[in-house]
């Protein structure tokens, strides 16, 4: 039986590798695009959307959030501190941020983010959250607008769903990561041009 530094060890190591599969431009290279010379160059669900349609951009981002749900139920599973799963829990965003496969160019992290949020939070703190972030989309359409609010709430919602000092700060650290990928969309909201979000026919 392994002890819990190399449960730790291992479950960051294949947290980053699993995260790490950029989803979204292998399903785009099998379609014969290459997703990082279209739209905003990001290999999330979104751009996928845009480029390929509604039906990819789905399976693209289903696929990002288990690559958070997969890692973190094994850290609950085997790890036995709240600091050790939070430090688990943010390998795989990592990796679809910094993927070894792609130069350490990826996503945004959001929906791999989402996936690690539905384990932590519980599912009653989590569908809140998520309905309050569909509110917001439905209600501006403009994604990286709602990404980064809700991102600013993780660290309050992480507290009032554990009480724990581990996911506050984990939650802080989250929202800090999301608005700094998403510093040339916030200037883009800034000057009035980016682009809504809007469901494309597939090609």
């Known amino acids: 039986m392994l002890s819990p530094v190399a449960n730790l060890i291992i479950l960051i190591i294949f947290g980053y590798l699993i995260g790490s599969i950029p989803f979204g431009f292998l399903i785009s290279k099998a ?6 010379k279209i739209g905003s160059g990001n ?3 979104t751009n996928v959307s845009r480029a390929l349609g509604w039906q990819s ?3 693209v981002s289903v696929l990002d959030i288990l690559k958070g ?3 973190v139920c094994l850290a609950i599973s085997f790890l036995v501190s709240d600091w050790q799963i939070a430090l688990a829990a943010i390998t795989p965003i990592l990796g679809h941020i910094f993927p070894i496969w792609l130069k350490f160019k990826g996503g945004k992290g ?5 996936g690690v949020l539905a384990v932590l939070l519980g599912w009653k703190f989590f569908l809140v959250w998520v309905f309050a972030w569909l509110i917001i989309l439905a209600t501006s359409k403009v994604m990286s607008f709602t990404n980064l609010l809700m991102a600013s ?3 309050l919602i992480f507290w009032l769903s554990s009480f724990s000092l581990a996911y506050f700060i984990f939650g802080f650290v989250l929202a800090v990561l ?3 990928m998403h510093k040339e969309n916030l200037q883009r909201i800034k000057q009035g041009i980016e682009p809504k979000f809007k469901l494309k026919k597939s090609i």
Do not use: N, Q
């Not at 379609?31 to 990082?36: Q, Y």
């Not at 959001?110 to 989402?114: D, I, P, Q, S």
């Open 43 to 45: 290999i999330g669900g």
């Open 69 to 71: 749900v997969i890692p």
């Open 31 to 36: 379609k014969g695009v290459d997703i990082k």
């Open 110 to 114: 959001v929906a791999t983010t989402f």
């Open 57 to 59: 951009g789905l399976l």
């Open 153 to 155: 709430f993780l660290p």
């Open 178 to 180: 999301i608005w700094w």
